[in-house]
């Protein structure tokens, strides 16, 4: 859910919360029933509590996130190579995969070969920031992927050498 212009994932309490944070007015507490569109407000007055149901035009517009919209097409910005011996790159890849997660990107496939395992990341800079934290040497290089409103994208690759 984009909320504020950041993107969000949702739940029904989150969706309720940020629907009845709209309301304004005396009144005790909301809840927001998405099936009918209705709100329940409850107001307390001398003891007694009263609930009013009232309509309210609202609209969910189903659209995918940026960034789910790359990971589902498989996009992908940087190539991690990990080489060397496979208890150590069977590691790294589980660190790897727990430090993607944290930089808010996705691995968009892993591919096993007899050298090591490639890991396919939707972001350079991610990639960048989790090397640099976890201290590893690597070799670099990019091919010019294509260009997008005259700007050149290019692939990264990472060459990890695990001793």
């Known amino acids: ?3 504020r212009g950041k993107w969000i994932n949702i739940s029904d309490a989150k969706l309720n919360e940020h629907i009845c944070g709209k309301f304004k007015g005396e009144f005790d507490g909301v809840e927001f029933i998405l099936d009918g569109n209705i709100a329940v407000f409850t107001v307390k007055k001398a003891g007694d509590e009263i609930k009013i149901e009232k309509k ?3 609209e969910i517009n189903e659209v995918i996130c940026p960034e789910c919209n790359k990971q589902s097409g498989g996009y992908f910005e940087a190539i991690v190579q990990l080489r060397g011996k496979p208890e150590r790159i069977k590691r790294y890849l589980k660190i790897f995969e727990n430090e993607i997660e944290k930089q808010e990107t996705f691995i968009s496939k ?3 070969l007899k050298e090591g395992i490639d890991i396919y990341v ?3 800079k991610a990639v960048i ?3 640099k934290r976890l201290g ?3 070799g670099i290089s990019t ?3 294509g260009q997008k409103q005259g700007k050149r994208l290019y692939r990264t ?3 990890i050498r695990l001793e």
Do not use: D
């Open 1 to 3: 859910m984009r909320i």
């Open 56 to 58: 309210i035009n609202f």
């Open 110 to 112: 892993l591919v096993e």
């Open 122 to 124: 939707g972001s350079t």
């Open 129 to 131: 920031v989790i090397v």
């Open 136 to 138: 590893l040497k690597y």
């Open 143 to 145: 091919t010019l992927a």
């Open 157 to 159: 690759t990472f060459a």
